[in-house]
């Protein structure tokens, strides 16, 4: 019985071996994606001549990202759960290649299209990757395994702030830059294609429309999921919708930064994500509870915010904001309970839900936000309210997320350990 065991677990091992490499594949997917996120906002008032709109219209071109990420999150959710990853992933990462080409186009419409084509192409990457990371890692680690994702994809996030700032200033232009990306996607969406294994138990899956349904109803006929979604948004939205759009500016306006200074101090939040999205994950399962380390991680964002909004002064803004990007690694964290408070067998449709909700409160917020402090950059004489009143923004959508953790349910291992989930066994 002893011999039969270890040779179950080598074979265990021998099958999650590939889903391994593939998700190594699929993290360089989400690397670029991010990247390919963040890029816009060091180039806004570039973006601006090349579609012929003023900058609020770059920032709406640039949130319709969001739409298409969100709503394209609940289709590849479904497709990997019954087609598995083969080819459902690379098709997201074509569609991302196809998406930077056109938005290299000088034409508002072409803008439209092609930041639809990258919110779209985009959601198959993180879903993807936990996707893969689900079946080549081992339990116990997964929120390891999603905070080191999360970590890969904010560090290209960083890089599309700081490193792509000094490009398009001078070394290469707004469409050449577009263009090398779908390139550098493109090839990824080809290796992609020959590493990851195929599944072909689940070739059958999907004959059944209800049977494609059903995953999703089980998600979102569960409280918790919206939870999830919904906290997960809200500490999201200050990066997405701040940092990765309005950032730059507002420190060039608001604080009279220089250009440089601006990129690199907004750079420093996916930065922070970097460090703070594996270290919390970590904290999250060496504590074997999840919400202590998701209450930590939002109270550092909401120090960060309350320490720039009435002492701005007592340290340099871009320590503030790397402690901020660390503290922001929390938001990761809901990922992980929204597939302990469902089934094992919907773990795909669970990330593509969260996907879903946690954007479109990026996606209600994005305008409002563009509406109410975005549109008033460059033209407020009283600098200094209108930050302040930014900062008060983030600080109620924070605490609203602080408020809303309360309400969670406690899914990690000690948690479980005293009420087994009907979920686990």
Known sequence: MGQNAVVTSEDLRRQMRPFLIAWIFCTIFYFLEYAIRSAPAVMIPELARL????????????????????????????????????????????????????????????????????????????????????????AQRLATAIGVTQCLGMLGGSVGQIGV??????????????????????????????????????????????????????????????LCGLISGLLFSPTTIFDFVWGVR???????????????????????????????????????????????????????????AFLRGIVPTWVTLLTFGIGSGAAMIPYSIIKEVNPDRVKGSATGAMN?????????????????????????????????NTHLFWISIIALALILTLFLKETGAAADAATPSPYKG
């Open 51 to 138: 579609f012929g709109v003023s900058t609020v219209g770059v920032s709406a071109i640039v949130g319709t990202y969001y739409y298409t990420y969100a709503a394209t999150s609940l289709v590849a959710g479904v497709l990997l759960d019954h087609y598995g990853a083969k080819y459902v992933i690379p098709a997201g990462t074509f569609i991302l290649a196809c998406g930077c080409a056109a938005f290299a186009l000088p034409h508002p419409l072409a803008g439209d299209i092609g930041r639809l084509l990258q919110g779209a192409g985009s959601a198959f990457a993180f879903t993807g990757a936990v996707y893969l990371a689900t079946h080549g890692l081992p």
């Open 165 to 226: 700032g000094p490009l398009v200033k001078g070394i290469i232009t707004i469409p050449t830059f577009w263009y090398v990306s779908g390139v550098l996607v493109f090839a990824v969406a080809v290796l992609l294609v020959w590493v990851t294994p195929k599944e072909p138990q689940l070739q059958g899956a999907a004959s059944s429309p209800g049977g494609i349904l059903k995953p999703y109803m089980v998600v979102f006929s569960n409280p918790q999921s919206y």
């Open 250 to 308: 507002y420190l060039q306006e608001d604080i009279d930064f220089p250009y440089r200074t601006a990129v690199f101090a907004v750079s420093m939040v996916p930065l922070g994500w970097v460090i703070g999205c594996p270290l919390l994950g970590w904290l999250a399962d060496h504590w074997r509870r999840r919400k202590p380390a998701l209450a930590l991680g939002t109270l550092i964002m909401l120090a960060c915010v309350l320490q720039l």
């Open 356 to 388: 879903f909700l946690t954007f479109s409160v990026t996606a209600v917020l994005g305008p409002i936000f563009a509406r109410y402090f975005g549109k008033a950059l460059g033209t407020t004489l009283d600098h200094a309210m209108h930050l302040h």
